[in-house]
Every structure is written in structure tokens, then in C-alpha cells.
């Protein structure tokens, strides 16, 4: 079993930035593509940005395109995902999500078989 651990959330002004990091917990063998989704108050779950573990090829929602970047260290196994250029509707909670391996990133949270907790990024305008 996989725990996936987020952390980085918070207030920031728009405008600004933060960076969120994640990494799974207790003993892991397997390499798994990644991803994170948000999801604001009485919305549905949004798909944000996905990346292969396996070379690194990534895809991005259409409303973060361009402001947010992912990435992973392979060495500590930890993603993270940096947010720039923050605008208030980027506010929700966001959660990091674990996949098995696959040759594209995964953008359906079906496709998903392991979820943080979730981390609150609050964007003030």
C-alpha cells in the first residue's frame, strides 16, 4: 500500500507563488507515473499536471498551462509542483495522486489508484 504525502499549501497573494511537494510513505518498489488535481469548494475534481516517472514527459490542465511546473526527483521519489502567477480561482484543495506505470501521464483520476490527503492553497486577490 502506497501513502502519499502532501505538503506546501497555504496563503498567498495573487499574483504570487508556491511550490507543493509530495512523496509517498513506508516502503515503495514500484516506480509510479504521478500526478496532482484540485478541487474548490462545490466543484468537481480538476485535473492540474501528470508526469511519467520514466522520462519525464508531463501534460497540464488548460487553465494552469503556462503558470505551473512539475517535476520529480527520482532519487527521493518526491514530486512537486511549482505554482506561479497565482490567481484567486486557483484556490482549492489539492491533492497528489500515485499510478501504475504507464507510457503517457495519466489525466483521469480514475486512472488513479493511490490520493494524498489533500493540501489547501488559498489564492487572495
Known amino acids: 500500500q502506497v501513502q502519499l504525502v502532501e505538503s506546501g499549501g497555504g496563503l498567498v497573494q495573487a499574483g504570487g507563488s508556491l511550490r507543493l511537494s509530495c512523496a509517498p510513505s513506508?516502503?515503495?518498489?514500484?516506480?509510479?507515473?504521478m500526478g496532482w488535481f484540485r478541487q474548490a469548494l462545490g466543484k468537481e475534481r480538476e485535473f492540474v499536471a501528470a508526469?511519467?516517472?520514466?522520462?519525464?514527459?508531463?501534460n497540464y490542465g488548460d487553465s494552469v498551462k503556462g503558470r505551473f511546473t512539475i517535476s520529480r526527483v527520482s532519487a527521493t521519489n518526491t514530486m512537486y509542483l511549482q505554482m506561479n502567477s497565482l490567481k484567486p480561482e486557483d484556490t482549492a484543495v489539492y491533492y497528489c495522486a500515485a499510478s501504475r506505470p504507464s507510457s503517457s501521464p495519466n489525466v483521469k483520476p480514475t486512472e488513479y489508484d493511490y490520493w494524498g490527503q489533500g493540501t489547501q492553497v488559498t489564492v487572495s486577490s
Open positions: 508526469i511519467v516517472w520514466s522520462g519525464g514527459r508531463t
Open positions: 513506508g516502503r515503495t518498489f514500484t516506480i509510479y507515473n
